[in-house]
């Protein structure tokens, strides 16, 4: 990479780093714990809105895996779910009113309050729908991860997002808050991803999935990207790009091995295909809030209305991190 | 007589005090060394919480920095502390704060007072393995290394050049054959006083202080010269990984770890509660005596360095995307193309299905859509037959379909219509069997009702894609098994190439081909031609088709060719 390319992104991660310290004035704090924060403590940052429902059981998965503290950015919530949040003990609140939109999809937020708070910490940043496997998840905690890859001086690590869709019609089977989205949303795509290299930010970019195969498929170029950086050993100068898609300094998203190898990587669980779809993408369609002009949800609106089953023959069956490491779709790299 | 341990403690001081008293409860002596990097509180606290274990002191505190000097100088003090205080002792045991004993202390003892005057220690020479990560081997003795490779690895790196170019060697003491292995030994209070206490070790230790990673080479080197009996294993488990920083051990080892019946391992991780109550709480592990058996601990960490360098072959995702060249199996299993089969012959998937075992696909890279076997709309891995999916990334879509499949051989018809953009990745692919007939796209223009303009315009077109295939086919750096055969020539004796090509794929027994395809009726084939020729566009992919030539199908339809009853 040339010296004024390098440069260039530089100023690009200044510009990004700029704008979220002027989004900062858009967050109001609501529940401020931060003062509990130990050194070394393992943090989750995101960012919601009117996803009450499924709060109950994100804050108890993570919490069984060990993180420490989460950062909430509520964004004009309607259900609730702020107070919720404000009364959990081990949880920091903010809210605002501003657009979702021209906080760049909330990443503004989260790139101000991960600067301010998560440096010289592992931090993961996720949506309320996605749930973060990594490789012996089932036996190990989070932080045997995080510091094995401490030991290993690896600085982030890569989680596929792995869109989860039910059995039936999306809306067939409600969901009740607490309840493990996975019991309804079990199923999902092992083998249709199409993968390339993004030479600007030196991250991959994936596509496909049932999203692919059943929204986009006259336009798959369209098909929204699934590769995801969000577990990170933060530091101020970091900053997230595009969602968790990509992140600057672009060494960061090297997560993948080029020799041939594999690195070690995990898998986001997207559990947005329960029954709340429907009227989420609704909502949202009317609000216009959502990146790429919020096409993905045009084109859910016109799918999900003729066929809302995006169960196929061939999807699989979720059972744990081992089958989806045997399929291909994440890797223990060199952790045994 | 007992086993002395000598304990090299920076962190988790917490777990290090459960092994202490756990050594120490079993009657073994304990001297600690406490890294100097340890802030003076914590150390103070350590030393005060273990102030009532008996048989147990603390030596002089070193900076033991990776790498350097400290770690040997530390175990020096330590082991001197342990020989002068506590005369009892025989073997002196080298552990570390992450190391666990996984059997009971008196095992240890009794195996270590069954072989008084053994050394075990690890030492080889450095020519013969081929340990080391980062290229320093033999270099590691011959050199100067005065900046720490942590803090300053730019002018470790660029002093290391710089005595390379100059070809400066440092002078090795008389005497002294570099041998190096595992830093954690065990040795005889015979030989290690021999090291500790000979005249020259003065003269020793300043070559070693600025030798490369000396505690894996001091002990290793100065052991070969006095020991009677040298065990070169080391007694503690521990493996390396590719970047040569050992393995950790974690709660969901710990059948695998009592399997081995090995004494110490290490590196335990220090949150690995189970682990810690499994071994030093309640050690009622029963007594059998083998031998150490870390065999199927090694394969395990050996898999993993396998997978993190190699990986798994045809496999692209998240965090395997190799550069062109290194992709270590560029598909995930062999398949089979076909190009003409299906024109020339009528139902060739099914026949090849039949002969072969293997699942036959049409068209897969069709204009239409891919056409898989059966007509299913989706295939294994959720894997869609939409054109546009597919064709956004043709590669994507192969590397796809054979890790979705694999273990399943796959075959599948190509030709001048399909998408031509994976022709050029097929040819270069180990894995593929490409078999071409030439020419045979015109069968069906030549079976179609259209009108001959059209025909003609289309065969003008399908020819010169084929001719550009052909040429990428016949490329220097195509790497594919490729047959190609004129539609003249194939036709002639149809069953031997295919014969062949069948008896390659090896899907079932090696009988011969029971049943023939039935071919296409040709005649009149040779005037279609003509009138091609006639209108200007000269078809000649197919070969030399005379203009009336022998109706062979209807000749081939009466044969029973190689059929073979048992």
């Known amino acids: ?336 | 007589m007992s086993v002395g341990i000598v304990m090299l403690v920076h962190t988790a001081l917490g777990r290090a005090e459960q092994l202490a008293r756990h050594w120490a409860k079993s009657g073994c002596p304990v001297v600690i060394h406490v890294d100097k990097i340890v802030p003076q509180d914590k150390h103070d606290a350590f030393v005060f919480a273990l102030s009532d274990v008996p048989q147990l002191k603390f030596s002089r505190r070193h900076r033991c920095e990776w790498g350097t000097w400290g770690l040997v100088a530390a175990s020096q003090d330590a082991s001197e502390l342990m020989l002068s205080e506590f005369p009892d002792v025989r073997h002196v045991y080298l552990a570390s704060g992450s190391c666990m004993p996984l059997r009971p202390v008196d095992e240890l003892v009794a195996y270590l007072t069954e072989r008084p005057r053994t050394d075990f220690i690890e030492s080889a020479t450095t020519a013969d393995v081929p340990w080391t990560v980062g290229g320093l081997d033999e270099e590691r003795f011959t050199m100067h290394f005065p900046f720490s490779w942590r803090r300053n690895r730019y002018l470790f790196d660029k002093f290391v050049d710089f005595q390379r170019f100059f070809g400066l060697k440092r002078h090795i003491p008389n005497g002294v054959v570099p041998h190096m292995g595992s830093q954690w030994w065990c040795l005889t209070r015979q030989t290690l006083s021999a090291i500790l206490q000979d005249p020259a070790r003065r003269n020793y230790d300043r070559y070693f202080r600025r030798v490369w990673i000396p505690d894996e080479s001091y002990f290793q080197t100065l052991a070969r010269l006095y020991s009677t009996n040298i065990e070169s294993r080391s007694l503690t488990l521990s493996k390396f990984d590719f970047q040569g920083k050992p393995h950790i051990f974690y709660d969901d080892h710990l059948q695998l770890l009592r399997r081995s019946d090995c004494f110490v391992a290490r590196k335990i991780w220090p949150n690995a509660e189970r682990l810690y109550q499994a071994f030093l709480d309640n050690p009622n592990v029963q007594s059998n005596g083998t031998e150490p058996n870390p065999g199927k601990i090694d394969r395990i960490f050996a898999k993993a360095v396998d997978r993190r360098t190699r990986g798994r072959p045809g496999l692209f995702m998240q965090s395997r995307y190799p550069n062109f060249g290194w992709e270590n199996g560029m598909t995930a299993g062999k398949y089979s193309i076909f190009q003409g089969f299906s024109e020339l012959f009528q139902d060739f998937e099914g026949w090849l299905a039949r002969a072969t075992g293997a699942q036959v696909h049409g068209h897969l890279y069709a204009p239409e859509r891919a056409e898989y076997a059966g007509g299913q709309p989706v295939i294994n891995g959720a894997l869609s037959d939409n054109a546009n999916l597919r064709d956004i990334n043709p590669r994507a879509f192969l590397t796809n379909l054979l890790w979705n499949t694999r273990g399943e051989r796959q075959c599948f018809q190509y030709g001048p219509r399909d998408n031509p953009k994976i022709n050029w990745y097929f040819a270069r692919d180990p894995n593929a069997q490409i078999s071409v007939i030439s020419g045979a796209w015109a069968v069906p223009l030549f079976k179609s009702n259209a009108n001959f303009a059209d025909i003609r315009k289309e065969a003008a077109r399908l020819q010169k894609l084929e001719s550009k295939m052909l040429d990428e086919l016949r490329s220097p750096d195509s790497k594919a098994r490729i047959r190609i055969w004129t539609m003249a020539e194939f036709i002639e004796a149809p069953m031997e190439p295919l014969q062949v090509v069948i008896d390659e794929i090896g899907q079932k027994s090696s009988r011969r081909l029971a049943e023939a395809p039935r071919m296409e009726d040709l005649t009149g084939f040779g005037q279609f031609l003509q009138n091609l020729k006639n209108q200007g566009m000269h078809p000649y992919l197919m070969g030399d088709f005379p203009v009336d030539p022998v109706p062979r199908s209807a000749r081939n339809r009466k044969r029973k060719p190689y059929l073979v009853k048992k």
């Open chain 1, 1 to 336: 990479m040339g010296v004024i390319r390098s440069y260039r992104l530089r100023l690009q991660r200044r510009r990004w780093r700029i704008r979220a310290f002027r989004k900062r004035r858009d967050l109001r704090p609501v529940a401020n714990r931060t003062d509990q924060i130990k050194q070394g403590d393992l943090f989750v940052f995101s960012t919601q809105r009117n996803e009450g429902v499924r709060l109950p059981y994100f804050l108890k998965y993570y919490r069984d895996m060990g993180v420490n503290h989460f950062f909430f950015v509520d964004n004009d919530s309607t259900d609730g779910s702020l107070d919720y949040l404000a009364r959990q003990p081990d949880v920091s609140v903010w809210t605002t009113r501003a657009s979702y939109k021209r906080a760049r999809f909330g990443i503004d937020w989260m790139n101000w309050l991960l600067m301010k708070y998560a440096h010289g910490h592992w931090a993961l940043t996720v949506d309320p729908d996605e749930l973060f496997l990594y490789p012996f998840c089932d036996t190990r905690p989070l932080r045997a991860l995080t510091d094995w890859l401490d030991a290993s001086s690896i600085k982030s690590f890569s989680a596929m997002l792995l869109d989860m869709y039910p059995k039936g019609r999306i809306d067939a089977q409600p969901y009740s808050p607490g309840q493990d989205p996975l019991e309804i949303a079990s199923w999902f795509d092992s083998g249709n991803y199409t993968i390339e290299r993004n030479p600007k930010f030196g991250n991959l970019w994936i596509q496909g999935g049932p999203r692919a195969r059943v929204f986009f498929k006259d336009k798959p170029a369209l098909a929204p990207a699934l590769n995801k950086v969000p577990l990170v050993k933060w530091d101020r100068r970091y900053a997230y790009v595009s969602s968790t898609h990509n992140l600057l300094p672009r060494g960061l998203n090297l997560v993948y091995d080029e020799w041939g190898g594999e690195k070690a990587s995990g898998v986001l669980m997207h559990t947005k295909f329960l029954d709340t779809f429907s009227t989420k993408a609704e909502e949202e369609l009317n609000r216009k809030q959502h990146y790429g002009a919020s096409r993905e949800y045009l084109a859910y609106a016109a799918g999900v209305k003729e066929n809302p089953d995006l169960w196929c023959k061939w999807s699989e069956k979720y059972i744990n991190w081992r089958q989806l490491e045997i399929l291909g779709l994440m890797s223990k790299g060199n952790w045994a």
